[in-house]
């Protein structure tokens, strides 16, 4: 295992650097109210960490031990530091990530995610499913924006660049609501000529959607806890890749192969 993990890290990168978004829209006001500190900051710097400043909207871990810590709690034993060092491992930086092969797909049919996590988690964690499709802003102004009723007033734009402060996926998913009626509108151009109504229905046809690494239950840093990054890798990998220091793998530097 320690020999592929050296041959994986020479490999191409499969992240990019990630995003820090806010996860309720009145961050943004809480945030002016001076709720960042005080005795909601607990609770403010894991759901408002854009607007309270604890990473930036382009972020990324700055230490390599960061997954360990992780692993071993540290998140929530000492958020103050953690989330600032390393907001990827913590859940609040999420970075976008894409399979690096085309025999991923035919890898994750053959049970390979389960049987061989720590290679198929890096090569390809869209189909082993770490990485998946989702609403982030793209632009760190976007909590402001729509406070200001901009997801209204310019939707063409508000909707491309902010998904996830106007609300455009429903939940956290982001998928169209029927593909193939998407997909004649996304071709018909109304993506941009009825934003308001076609984006919503249809984020994946008109673009919408992030396809990045995160942990996918809230339990995951409670498991990691527990060790079951390392008894019970196939699983921990595909559901918890953050918790587990998976996501810090995939948004390392891209360095050339051998």
């Not at 607990?42 to 604890?54: A, E, N, T, V, Y």
């Not at 008109?206 to 890798?233: F, T």
Request: hydrophobic share 30%; with cysteine.
């Amino acid at each position: 295992m320690k020999t592929a993990a050296f041959v994986l890290s020479l490999g191409a990168t499969l992240a990019h650097a990630g995003f820090c978004n806010d996860k309720r829209t009145d961050c943004v006001n809480w945030a002016k109210d001076g709720e960042c500190t005080g005795e909601n900051q607990k609770f403010m710097m894991s759901q408002c960490p854009l607007s309270c400043g604890i990473c930036t909207h382009t972020c990324n871990d700055t230490d390599e031990s960061c997954g360990a810590w992780a692993r071993a709690g540290e998140c929530e034993e000492n958020p103050e530091s953690m989330l600032r060092l390393c907001p990827t491992s913590c859940g609040l930086c999420t970075p976008e990530c894409k399979d690096l092969h085309t025999d991923c797909p035919g890898w994750g049919s053959a049970g390979e995610c389960n049987d061989n996590p720590e290679f198929m988690i890096r090569n390809c964690p869209v189909t082993c499913e770490a990485c998946k499709s989702t609403c982030r802003d793209l632009k760190s102004d976007c909590p402001g924006w729509t406070a200001d009723g901009e997801c209204f007033k310019n939707p063409g734009f508000m909707y491309k660049e902010c998904p996830l402060s106007c609300g455009v996926c429903e939940g956290v998913k982001c998928a169209d609501g029927n593909a193939t009626q998407c997909a004649i509108w996304s071709e018909a151009g109304e993506c941009v000529n009825n934003p308001l109504a076609v984006m919503k229905e249809c984020p994946d046809s008109c673009e919408v959607c992030s396809v990045v690494c995160m942990d996918h239950d809230e339990s995951c840093s409670g498991w990691a806890k527990d060790g079951q990054c390392d008894d019970n890798k196939g699983f921990m990998y595909r559901v918890c890749p953050a918790s587990c220091g998976m996501c810090q793998a995939l948004e390392a530097p891209e360095k050339d192969e051998l």
